[in-house]
């Protein structure tokens, strides 16, 4: 699956900064399909310097035909995470804009959240941390966004 360079799915990461080692690794882990053509990614570290930070981030959490939601304790507990990124997700999820991947990374209780309905990564949504080799967690993340994108690109 490749696309040309206008047709990547843009992908956003919504998750709280104490997690962001956790999102470097599966940002790591989706470089494939970065390489192939098939996703851009943006994350509210790639803000420029001089650009306000807020706008940057409605602006990609409009723009972004993907969202993942990196649940754990502290995106749960982040009122920004909360109030508007989840708030506007579910909007344009609702809405058929975009699709919303919830992504495990740890223990919380998430079932009953308003992304609780959606089918969560990775397998079974067991947590990140639970799994043995977190390694094979984010290989189960990459392999069901792979299956979502291409899903998007079919009934487009």
Known sequence: MSLQPDQAIEV?????????KMRDKLENHL???RRQG????WYDRKIGAGKEWHNEIDTHLDSSQIIL?????NFIASDYCWDVEVKRAMERHEAKEARVIPIILDSVDWESAPFGRIQALPKDAKP??????HNDAFLSIAQGIRIAIKDLIENS
């Open 38 to 41: 098939v996703i851009t990614e």
């Open 31 to 33: 470089t494939l399909l």
């Open 128 to 133: 990140v941390k639970k799994w043995r080799n």
């Open 69 to 73: 939601l990196l649940i754990s304790a």
């Open 12 to 20: 956003f990461y919504s998750y709280a900064h104490e997690d962001e």
